[in-house]
């Protein structure tokens, strides 16, 4: 097993060793957290391509000691193009998943590295922005050596992604999937972005200039709650991060004693029903919400959906869910400053679109939007699409920090609560908690899958017995990608870093 990373200077986890490496490397040459995160999120949208881009969105939460967590989101609307009718007048009944009628919203992505090094200049940050680049332009022209998890989504994503706007030019090696171990190069993605509103338009997306003119990073202040004497926090919508903070808090009252066993395992799946019902009637674009997201976090509502868990049957399930692809990384610093940050396509590959000029894959996110008129997540234009992804990040009672997440879809808020839970409430040591066997209710990214997908490795006693309480059970492998790439960071009062990675992935902790 993977043992937990431990330092004072610095520290960075990723899902790939190479963008966890990039972002050391700024913080040995004095780099802050931000800065770190920069230098990794770039590196990881050449390294992991097939579910990381430019042409994506992101969400910080940034911890600086003595203050209160600050939060960047970084998603993009819909083009002023992109309404209903723009879709039901070409006789489609929903919006495409692949190509360019799915490259529907403003990728957000780069206006959130802008607005986090705003926030690093106030720290005092300054490190020029193409030696924060440095290591993603180096990959992108000198290659990466292509993982399982590349090459294993290319072959199988081949025949609903080949006829995408430049996606063969770009993700094939002389017309076929690339081989693990293969070097894959993307020389575009060496170059600027100035050729990128054009470029658009060329692919045939509703995505225009004065859309992305438009488009600006919001800093705001996160969502909190209160669980077992811990401060808790994530982004509000458009993202599921209500969801992930309901989870912990209905967790936190059901009084479950140990990690792991029935009681566990079922508990959190039924406390994700209750919460998932809530988020897939109420979240979408905050400006449409006619909810105070905060009223969900409130002991009366927390209080009511713990109490509802049956704690020996299954509730009725699936509903209907959202899916998703992501990645989740995290820095900090010797100076105690952290940050939990999430970039996303959304699917893997994202819409399939890569632009021309700038080699950019453009995410798929709009397709969450829908055609119906009276849900309450339809298209408009401007309007900005639910995102299931969400960084987290706790100060705990005890003084301690902890930055966490993982990529995911449905499973985000799932994973996040098995971390916390397993490591804060159970003691389990942090790489632990992040190796330890995880289940899944619902899609995850590409999965169309609703049922409860558990890993082999939980005691043969404990999958028994939740058969036995009418789960729809589906038994998978050990390590399965299915469940995601998480990963940790927990800064203690002394100075100490603690980090873990997910074995399930390709990445590492960098620590010096």
């Known amino acids: 097993m993977l043992q937990t990373a431990q330092s004072y200077r610095g520290m960075v986890t990723a899902p790939h060793h190479l963008a966890a490496r990039a972002g050391q490397r700024v913080l040995e040459d004095g780099g802050n957290a931000i800065e770190a995160m920069i230098a990794a999120a770039s590196t990881i949208a050449i390294v992991y391509p097939h579910m990381n881009a430019l042409g994506g969105d992101n969400f910080w939460l940034i911890h600086m000691p003595g203050m209160p967590p600050v939060g960047i989101d970084a998603c993009g609307g819909a083009a002023a193009a992109a309404d209903i009718d723009y879709y039901t007048s070409r006789g489609l009944d929903a919006i495409p998943s692949r190509g360019a009628d799915a490259a529907l919203t403003v990728a957000g992505a780069v206006s959130g590295w802008a607005e986090a090094l705003r926030v690093s200049a106030e720290w005092g940050g300054t490190l020029p922005l193409a030696r924060l ?21 290319t072959r199988a994503k081949l025949t609903e992604l ?43 997306s509703p995505v225009a200039l004065e859309d992305l003119q438009r488009h600006k990073a919001l800093r ?27 989870l912990l808090g209905v967790y936190a009252r059901l009084g479950i004693a140990e990690a792991d066993g029935f009681d566990y395992v079922h508990g959190l799946v039924e406390a994700t029903k209750g919460v998932f019902r809530i988020r897939d009637r109420t979240v979408t674009d905050p400006d449409y919400m006619t909810d105070d997201p905060a009223t969900f976090l409130t002991d009366e509502t927390l209080n009511g959906i713990a109490a509802d868990v049956d704690r020996a049957a299954a509730a009725p399930w699936p509903d209907k869910t959202p899916g998703g692809d992501t990645v989740w990384l995290s820095a900090a610093d010797g100076a105690g400053r952290m940050v939990s940050f999430i970039q996303s396509i959304y699917w893997e590959f994202g819409s399939g679109t890569v632009l021309d000029e700038t080699g950019i894959t453009w995410q798929n996110r709009g397709t969450s939007f829908s055609l119906d008129p009276a849900h309450h997540n339809h298209l408009r234009p401007h309007r900005r699409p639910f995102h299931t992804i969400q960084p987290a990040l706790a100060q705990l009672g005890d003084g301690r920090v902890m930055a966490y997440g993982t990529m995911g879809g ?8 098995m971390l916390f839970s397993r490591h804060v409430f159970h003691g389990q040591e942090l790489q632990q908690a992040v190796t330890a066997p995880r289940w899944l209710l619902g899609r995850t990214w ?17 999958i028994g017995r939740l058969r036995d309480a009418g789960h729809d059970l589906e038994v998978i492998g050990p390590f399965d990608e ?23 992935g390709d990445g590492c902790v960098a620590a010096f």
């Open 220 to 246: 705001l202040p996160p969502l909190s709650v209160q669980a077992g004497g811990h401060s808790i926090y994530n982004m509000p919508p458009p993202t599921q991060g209500l969801a992930s903070l309901m």
């Open 410 to 417: 449905e499973g985000q808020p799932q994973t996040q609560a």
């Open 162 to 204: 080949e006829d995408a706007p430049g996606f063969a030019g770009t993700y094939l090696i002389d017309g076929k999937p690339p081989a693990r171990g293969a070097r894959f190069k993307q020389p575009r993605m060496a170059a600027t972005l100035k050729a990128l509103a054009a470029d658009l338009s060329r692919a045939g």
């Open 133 to 153: 680049l440095e290591d993603a332009v180096f990959y992108a022209g000198d290659g990466v050596v292509v993982t399982n998890t590349q090459a294993d989504n």
């Open 446 to 462: 590409g999965a169309e899958t609703a049922n409860l997908r558990i890993e082999n490795r939980f005691d043969p006693s404990v």
């Open 482 to 504: 299915v469940m995601g790439h998480a990963g940790a960071i927990v800064r203690y009062p002394d100075g100490r870093m603690e980090g873990a990675a997910d074995p399930r």
